[in-house]
């Protein structure tokens, strides 16, 4: 069963994907990546990736921890560009979260780099 946090403050935006996820620090001071359901993809995308980390973590594979994570959409009052405050507002109660990674990168497969198996 996945624990459920309470975000208590909104970070920053991550602008890379189209769900456009937010950085929020939760009632456990931890951080976290949160993948909104008010986002243009919907709640269909937090159940996809919900059933992804769960599945990669059956399969023995080494994924951030997956939280829900509670937001009130009073959250959105503190970012300042309307586009991103809006599925911050609309995103008010459950979403999924992954435990944040300090200095982690974001994998492009177009790239086509082979990434060594101990930085995987």
Same mark, same amino acid.
């Given at each position: 069963?996945?624990?459920?946090?309470?975000? !208590?403050? #909104? !970070?920053?935006?991550?602008?890379?994907?189209?769900?456009?996820? %937010?950085? !929020?620090? &939760?009632?456990?001071? +931890?951080? #976290?990546?949160?993948? $909104?359901?008010?986002?243009?993809?919907?709640?269909?995308? $937090?159940? *996809?990736?919900? !059933? &992804?980390?769960?599945? &990669?973590? *059956?399969? +023995?594979? $080494?994924?951030?921890?997956?939280?829900?994570?509670?937001?009130?959409?009073?959250?959105?009052?503190?970012?300042? /560009?309307?586009?991103? %405050?809006?599925?911050?507002? *609309?995103? *008010?109660?459950?979403?999924? +979260?992954?435990? #944040?990674?300090?200095?982690?990168?974001?994998? /492009?497969? %177009?790239?086509?780099?082979?990434? /060594? &198996?101990?930085?995987?």
């Amino acid at each position: 069963m996945l624990r459920t946090v309470r975000a !208590v403050r #909104y !970070v920053q935006p991550f602008r890379e994907g189209g769900s456009v996820p %937010a950085l !929020v620090e &939760a009632d456990d001071l +931890g951080l #976290y990546v949160v993948k $909104l359901r008010g986002a243009s993809q919907g709640a269909e995308a $937090l159940v *996809a990736e919900l !059933v &992804a980390g769960e599945l &990669a973590r *059956a399969l +023995g594979l $080494l994924v951030p921890e997956l939280v829900f994570v509670e937001l009130d959409r009073k959250l959105a009052e503190s970012e300042p /560009d309307p586009e991103l %405050a809006r599925p911050l507002e *609309a995103s *008010a109660g459950s979403n999924i +979260g992954l435990d #944040y990674l300090p200095g982690s990168i974001t994998f /492009d497969l %177009a790239t086509r780099r082979t990434i /060594d &198996a101990t930085m995987a």
